[in-house]
């Protein structure tokens, strides 16, 4: 508690004792005709409104003001003191009652100021006292109406021993309290200290779980949510308010099939489909929570989204792959075009020969036809093991993807699909105009090959400084959109790999192709798609 806050206190407990002290007098010291006060009684009553009114007035000065409340906390002690002197002088100085209120005012100076201000007070009481007893004794104050009598029966002695043992209570006091009230005003202020501690612990602790990068949530023995940090609410779609209290199982479901596991150590993953429907892949792992006896008290569950992660793994291992794959197939196309050369170069000379029957050359023009389709089928497979290097130039998307729309119309499998460019014409990229001209190909060719009874091919463009979208690092991002048949996910797991196909006659390369040679852009392919909704492939191109 304050200084201030403690003064008030000590004013109000002021007033309260001398409203008692002023009952007992106006209750019991009436006299006998019940009608009227002493003389001395009526002394005390003023010395009571008196110190009403300096109390008020102490009181009104300290909540209206800051300043001098040290003086203000003095003049208390002070005030205390004459007032108790000028009661005992009133009421009889060795034979009142009222001595004993020097005790209380040693005990308000320990408690408002300090163990030194205490033994002042203490012996400030003791030379008041002792110089009541001493002149009353010796007839110094019958001036102010004492009479020397009582003390002189009681005797010297008496006197002095009275002194004395007061002298003793007060100091035994002044150290007693004194002591007491320092230990309870370190003990305050280290209470506070802890408080102020405490609360700092829990605002960074709060501030740690809202703001981690991961997941966290506690769970009782039952099961049941008690924290749920701010990743967990965007991660799950749920506030803190609707889980908190509800069993874990019915914000995650897929935790259902752990049951109690989660209490004991346990580290797994766990598929879980958001409000959106999109599938998620949760790390998680799950260790006790413990009381200062080590009695399990439920859990602390840590959770991460690994969809990304795991997305950039299969992405890794897949890029890994088509690379092994592109190197091994570029050196076997090589070792088959060779031969393959000789063994066209043969069949031409052999077919040039005037003994050769009809059917002969009949037949040896399919094996040089076959041939020249086998060596353009290495010659594509070449272009996708090892692709060129791409020869940028700034091209406008809008533009560009307008002259793929010239090229497809006289192409009669794209006479029920309809090519819509939704790039903004401000949109420019850094791309080799031949190469990317066979990757839009490709895609439109698959898109057609897709929509059987005819559909719309939407290409967009998003620039993340025209349209304030982060896709990181300067990357134009281009979508190319189609409503066909669509794919499962076995499907695109595959699709970008050489030779897999699902047309009939189809060599597997085009979507292939297209892969390596965003890849040698600086780019990236990814594709979503569903049985019946169609599929959107997405570009992004460095600027």
Known sequence: MDEKRRLGWFIFFRILVVSVLLGSTIILDFDEAGSSLYPSQVTVVRLIIATYLFSFGSYLF????????????????????????????????????????????????????????AYYTASLCGILYGAILDFQYFGRLIDMGLSPVPAQQLGAKFVFSTIFLNFGAFYLTAFLTGYLAERA????????????????????????????????????NEGKVRVFNRYVQQLTGVSLEDAYDRPLCEIITPF??????????????VEYFSDQGTKLIIGFKSVPLTDMQGNRQGAIINLLDLTQIKRMEAELKKADRLAAIGELSARIAHEIRNPLAAISGSVQLIAQGAAISDGDKRLLTIVERESDRLNLLISDFLAYARPAAPEKTTVVL??????????????????????????????AIAIDRDQFKQVFWNLLVNAADAMPDGGTVTFTAIDDAVNGENLGNDFVK??????????????????????????????????????????????????????????????????
């Open 256 to 269: 259902e099939k752990y049951g109690d596991g989660v209490l004991t150590p346990l580290t797994g993953e």
């Open 62 to 117: 300290l909540k209206f003001t800051d300043r001098f409340t040290r003086f203000l906390t003095y003049l208390q002690i002070i005030w205390d003191l004459i007032f108790v002197t000028l009661l005992l002088l009133i009421t009889g100085g060795i034979t009142s009652p009222y001595s004993f209120f020097y005790f209380l005012s040693i005990i308000n100076a320990s408690v408002l100021l300090a163990r030194r201000e």
């Open 478 to 543: 281009v979508v190319v959109e189609d409503n066909g048949i669509g794919m499962d996910e076995r499907v695109m797991g595959s699709v970008f790999e050489p030779f897999f196909t699902t047309k009939n006659g189809g060599t597997g390369l085009g979507l292939a192709t297209v892969y390596r040679i965003i890849q040698s852009h600086g780019g990236s392919l990814h594709i979503e798609s569903n049985l019946g909704s169609g599929s959107r492939f997405t570009i992004l191109i460095p600027k």
């Open 398 to 427: 809008h533009n560009f993807i307008k002259e793929m729309q010239s090229l497809v119309s006289a192409d009669s499998r794209f006479e029920r699909v309809a090519l819509r460019n939704d790039c903004p014409p401000g949109i």
């Open 185 to 220: 005003q370190r003990s305050e202020s280290a209470l506070k200290k802890k408080v102020i501690d405490f609360e700092e612990l829990e605002r960074l602790n709060s501030s740690i779980v809202s703001n981690l990068g991961s997941g966290l949530l506690t769970i009782t």
